[in-house]
C-alpha cells in the first residue's frame, strides 16, 4: 500500500527539474524556479516534453539522456546558387563522406569550463567497480542534470564560487545534527583550474544531493522494516535539489536544510539529540557513570549530573544538582522500558550499565525515531488524527494543539496494527462484526472442534459461502467492536472501534488486539471527529444507539496516521521512550548502521 500524500511534498515532478534547467538562462531558471515556488504558471518557453534545440532531454522512460536534434532551416536564395540538379557535374566526397565545399553543421565548442565539468563526468560514468545501485541513479540524475544545461558549472561563475556555495558547505558540515551522513563527499578547497573548478563544482553537487536525498528519507526503505508498513518517503528528485539549492544564494544553507522533516516533534527530537552530544561533550561526562547505591528519588549522589546528561535533562538551573528527583526518575524508568529492563525509575547497576553505553543506546533511538519521521507527509492536514502504536495513544490536533487525547488497545506482537495513512470517512453506530477468515481460521474452528453449538450459543450468525464459513456477529452490547466504529477504508481492513471489553484499558501496555485499534472513550472521540459546531454532541451520537447499523458521514474527513514512534518530545519538553513493541526501532537502527 502507499501512503495517499504520495507526491505532495518536494515540488518532485520530473517536469519541473526539466522546466528549471532547460535554459542556460539564469534568469528563465529563476523565473521558473519563482513560479514552482508560488504555484503559479511557467514562465514562456518550452515545456517539458518540448523539442528544445541544442539541448539534452530526458527520456520519460528510462532516464536517459538523448540528444533532440534541431530542425534545418529552410534554404534561403544565393547569390552564387549551385547549377540545376541536370546541370550540376559530380564531385567525389573527401575522406570525411561530405563533398569538397559543402556546408558542415558542427557544434558550437564547449567554454574550457564546461568542456573540463563534461570530461569529468564522462571519466566518472566509465569507472570500473562496484557502485550501490542508488547512488549509481544519483549519478546518472546528477550528470544528465548538468547536461541538460551544457555542462555549465552549478556553483562556480567565472572561476568564483557563487553566493549558495558557503551557507550550502556550512549546512553540509553539520549534516549530523540531522543524524545524516555525508562524510564521504569531501569538499571542495580554493579549486583554480578549469580542471580544479569542475572537480569542485561536482563534489558539491554530490554532497548536496545526498543531504537531500538522506533528509527527505533515502536511507531506510519501510518496506524492508516490515511489510505491515504502508507508507513510502517521498524521495527529493536529485534535480529538484540542486535546482533548489544552487539559485537559493545566501539561503542556500536554509534550502538545504528544508529537506528534513518540518514537524514540531522532529525538531524536538532533534534538539534533544543535540543535548545528549552536548552534555556527552562535558568534561568529565563523557565517560562511564561510575558505580554506586541504587539511586532513588529523593537521593543525593554525586553521579546525578552524568545522568541528567545521558538522558537530555540538563538545564542551566539544574545542572549540578545532586538531587535524584521525580523526573529523573520518570526518564530513567522510560529508558528502561525501551532497553527492556524493569522500569522502576531507580538507578540500577544495569540501568547504570546500559546508559554508559555511550550514543549507540540514546542517541541511536532518537535517530531511529527521527529517520521515522522522514516516512511522514511534510503536510499532515491542519486537522488530523495520529494513533502512536507504540504509546497507545490517539490524539486529534487542530492547528498544531491536541484537542482530544484517548487511551487505545493495539494490536498483538503477532497480529500487528498496521502502519500506514487514511481518510477516515465516516462513522457507523451499532455496527456488525464480519469476523476475519483468519480469526474464524485461527480460533473459531478449533473451538468449534470441541464445542459445535460455540458460535450459535454466543449470538453469531453463520453461513458458508464459496466453501468458507462465513460468520456475522449482529449490533449489540455483544459485539466485539462495541456501539460504535470510525472507518477509514485502506488495504489493510484495520478501523477505529468501541469494545465491551473495558478492563483493558486499565492496562500500562495495551497490545492485545488482532490489528485494530480500540478507543477507550469512543462517544467523546466521535463528538470531536464530527465537531459540536456541526451538532454533533456526544449526546446526540448515543441516542442512535440500538437497532440496525446507522452511517454518520463527518462532515469534513480527517487524515488518519497510525504511527510508530517509541521516542517523542511531550509538552513539558521531556523526552519519553516506549517500548519497541513490534521491534521496528531496532530494525530501523540495524539499517542506519547504529549499534545498541
Given amino acids: 500500500m502507499r501512503a495517499p500524500w504520495r507526491g505532495t511534498g518536494f515540488l518532485g515532478a520530473p517536469a519541473l527539474a526539466l522546466l528549471l534547467s532547460l535554459a542556460n538562462s539564469p534568469a528563465y531558471a529563476e523565473d521558473a524556479l519563482l513560479a514552482a515556488r ?15 534545440p541544442g539541448f539534452m532531454a530526458m527520456s520519460p522512460a528510462h532516464g536517459v539522456p538523448f540528444t533532440e536534434q534541431a530542425p534545418e532551416s529552410p534554404a534561403e536564395p544565393r547569390d552564387d546558387a549551385a547549377p540545376a540538379p541536370s546541370e550540376a557535374k559530380p564531385v567525389p566526397p573527401d575522406a570525411s563522406g561530405a563533398a569538397p565545399g559543402s556546408d558542415q553543421i558542427s557544434a558550437p565548442a564547449l567554454p574550457p569550463a564546461n568542456a573540463a565539468l563534461k570530461a569529468v563526468l564522462e571519466a566518472r560514468s566509465g ?38 556555495v558557503a551557507p550550502a558547505i556550512e549546512r553540509l558540515k553539520h549534516a549530523a545534527d540531522d543524524g545524516l551522513d555525508v562524510k564521504g563527499f569531501p569538499l571542495p578547497v580554493s ?42 518517503p517521498e524521495v527529493a528528485d536529485p534535480a529538484v535539489i540542486l535546482a533548489l539549492v544552487a539559485t537559493a544564494g545566501e539561503d542556500a544553507g536554509e534550502e538545504l536544510r528544508r529537506f528534513n522533516p518540518p514537524q514540531k516533534a522532529y525538531e524536538a527530537l532533534r534538539e534533544k539529540l543535540l ?18 547505591p541504587v539511586l532513588r528519588p529523593g537521593m543525593r549522589d554525586p553521579r546525578v549530573p552524568h545522568v541528567r546528561a545521558r538522558l537530555s535533562l540538563d538545564d542551566a538551573a539544574a545542572a549540578e544538582e545532586l538531587v535524584y528527583d521525580t523526573r ?12 527492556g529492563l524493569p522500569a522502576s525509575g531507580n538507578l540500577t547497576a544495569r540501568t547504570v550499565a546500559a546508559l554508559s553505553g555511550g550514543p549507540s543506546s540514546l542517541e541511536a533511538e532518537i535517530l531511529a ?32 494543539e491536541v484537542i482530544e487525547r484517548n487511551r487505545v488497545v493495539v494490536g498483538k506482537e503477532a497480529t500487528p496494527t498496521p502502519v500506514f495513512a487514511e481518510t477516515m470517512k465516516f462513522l457507523i453506530v451499532n455496527p456488525a462484526w464480519n469476523v476475519p477468515q483468519s480469526i474464524i481460521r485461527k480460533e473459531m474452528l478449533p473451538r468449534l472442534a470441541a464445542d459445535p453449538d460455540y458460535l450459535y450459543r454466543l449470538g453469531y450468525e453463520v453461513s458458508s459461502r464459496a466453501g468458507h464459513l462465513v460468520v456475522r456477529q449482529p449490533p449489540g452490547e455483544r459485539n466485539a467492536l462495541g456501539r460504535i466504529k470510525f472507518v477509514f477504508p485502506n488495504d489493510f481492513s484495520v478501523y477505529m472501534h468501541d469494545t465491551p471489553l473495558r478492563k483493558l484499558f486499565a492496562s500500562a501496555k495495551r497490545a492485545f488486539s488482532h490489528g485494530c485499534v480500540r478507543v477507550d472513550d469512543p462517544f467523546r472521540f466521535a463528538e470531536t471527529v464530527l465537531g459540536r459546531n456541526n451538532g454533533w454532541s456526544e449526546q446526540r451520537v ?36 516506549r517500548d519497541d513493541v513490534y521491534g521496528y526501532s531496532r530494525r530501523v537502527r540495524a539499517a542506519l548502521g547504529l549499534q545498541g
Avoid: C
Avoid at 543535548?275 to 554506586?292: E, K, L, M, N, T
Avoid at 529523573?328 to 532497553?339: E, G, H, R, T
Avoid at 488524527?385 to 490536533?397: L, R, S
Fill in 191 to 232: 579549486p583554480v583550474t578549469d580542471e580544479e573548478i569542475a572537480a569542485a563544482d561536482l563534489a558539491i553537487s554530490d554532497a548536496v544531493v545526498a543531504y537531500g536525498r538522506q533528509a527527505s528519507g533515502s536511507r531506510v526503505d519501510p518496506r524492508m522494516i516490515s511489510r505491515l508498513i504502508g507508507v513510502e
Fill in 542 to 577: 448515543k441516542k442512535l444507539i440500538g437497532g440496525k447499523e446507522r452511517y454518520v458521514y463527518l462532515p469534513k474527513p480527517l487524515p488518519v496516521y497510525l504511527e510508530y514512534f517509541t521516542a517523542f518530545v511531550d509538552k513539558s519538553g521531556a523526552l519519553q521512550l
Fill in 38 to 52: 508560488r504555484g503559479t504558471a511557467a514562465p514562456a518557453g518550452n515545456l517539458p516534453g518540448e523539442a528544445t
Fill in 127 to 164: 569507472l570500473p567497480g562496484p557502485v550501490a545501485l542508488p547512488q549509481r541513479r544519483e549519478r546518472e540524475a546528477i550528470a544528465a542534470f548538468y547536461a541538460l544545461r551544457d555542462f555549465t558549472p552549478l556553483w562556480f561563475s567565472g572561476g568564483t564560487a557563487n553566493a549558495a
Fill in 328 to 339: 529523573i526518575a520518570a526518564a530513567v524508568a522510560d529508558f528502561q522500558k525501551a532497553n
Fill in 275 to 292: 543535548q545528549s552530544r552536548r552534555g556527552r561533550g562535558v568534561a568529565g561526562r563523557d565517560a562511564a557513570i561510575p558505580p554506586g
Fill in 369 to 400: 525515531n527521527m529517520e521515522r519521521w522522514r516516512w511522514m507527509p511534510r503536510d499532515m492536514g491542519e486537522t488530523h488524527i495520529e494513533v502512536n502504536i507504540p504509546d497507545y495513544e490517539a490524539v486529534v490536533i487542530e492547528k498544531g
